[in-house]
């Protein structure tokens, strides 16, 4: 079992000041150091939801839930995020900006709009701001909304084509249904334990984008954190999949049509990959 951070992902994410889009990323960044607190409200749906992230032990815990877009209940552990997953979430929040907003009020604006209220913190650092979407700088917004997305139990897929899979976390899980809705893919797993709250994340390694459809191999990185207990267990695990139009718009440019991307996931103990279609853009 591995639960460490991969060393190359690490070294991208520990950067000294550099320029990116306009903002700065103040390194080195320490998933530890880490926290986020994050309330949704309004929309057509008028729902309103609280949730914070804790980077020390990955658990993101629910505050409050209103309306039909949660379904938890205040101080309930909604779900476990790897140390990967926080850091990922922290770049793309620096990258878009957040700390440079802190004691921002962007406003709001009438009517059926959603609103953000959002808090960063990272050691001393803090970037703390609030506004309706359409007032939100759009950076912001797309960097903010994956962490929204945890409420409903969804993680970023993690995109690391520098590393061999074994530097992943490879706890013994089995792979049931493959479904995807939109750039949503829903997972079931099956794993031994009970006793703590295990992190999956699905990883695209190398990516084949001249290929026709574009392809990208994918593994399901499963930490366990040593639990010995031995229940088993059968979940849904969703992943948002939207990282592969940046990947695909880093090599091409903008996208301006749907382009389906080939997820070929290596599945322990089958010797083909499953093969999962998803489109963007």
């Not at 490879?170 to 893919?185: C, F, K, M, N, P």
Request: with cysteine; glycine share 10%; net charge negative.
């Amino acid at each position: 079992m591995r639960s460490h951070l991969p060393r190359t992902l690490a070294a991208a994410m520990c950067l000294a000041v550099v320029s990116c889009e306009g903002t700065s990323l103040l390194g080195p960044i320490e998933p530890s150091d880490v926290s986020m607190t994050v309330s949704a409200a309004g929309g057509l749906t008028g729902s309103a939801y609280s949730l914070r992230v804790d980077g020390e032990t990955g658990d993101v815990s629910g505050i409050e839930c209103q309306g039909v877009l949660c379904d938890f209940q205040p101080d309930e552990l909604i779900l476990r995020i790897s140390k990967g997953q926080v850091a990922a979430l922290a770049v793309r929040l620096e990258q878009a900006g957040v700390l440079q907003h802190d004691g921002r009020d962007f406003g709001d604006e009438c009517c059926d709009i959603g609103s953000f209220e959002f808090d960063y913190r990272r050691g001393d650092l803090s970037g703390s701001f609030e506004g309706t979407t359409t007032r939100i700088p759009e950076g912001l917004v797309r960097a903010i909304t994956p962490v929204a997305g945890l409420a409903n139990r969804v993680v970023p897929m993690l995109i690391d084509s520098a590393n061999p899979p074994a530097e992943w976390p490879d706890d013994t899980y089995a792979l049931g249904d493959v479904s995807v809705e939109g750039t949503i893919v829903d997972l079931e797993v099956s794993f031994g334990g009970g006793c703590e709250a295990h992190t999956f994340d699905l990883v695209g390694l190398g990516a084949s984008l001249d290929s026709s459809p574009a392809e990208i191999d994918a593994i399901v990185s499963h930490d366990a954190f040593g639990d010995a207990c031995e229940a088993y267990l059968t979940e849904t695990r969703r992943f948002e999949t939207t990282p592969l139009r940046t990947l695909f718009e880093t090599v091409y440019g903008p996208i301006t049509e749907t382009t389906p991307i080939v997820i070929r996931l290596a599945v322990p103990g089958q010797e083909e990959p499953v093969l999962i279609e998803v489109v963007v853009g």
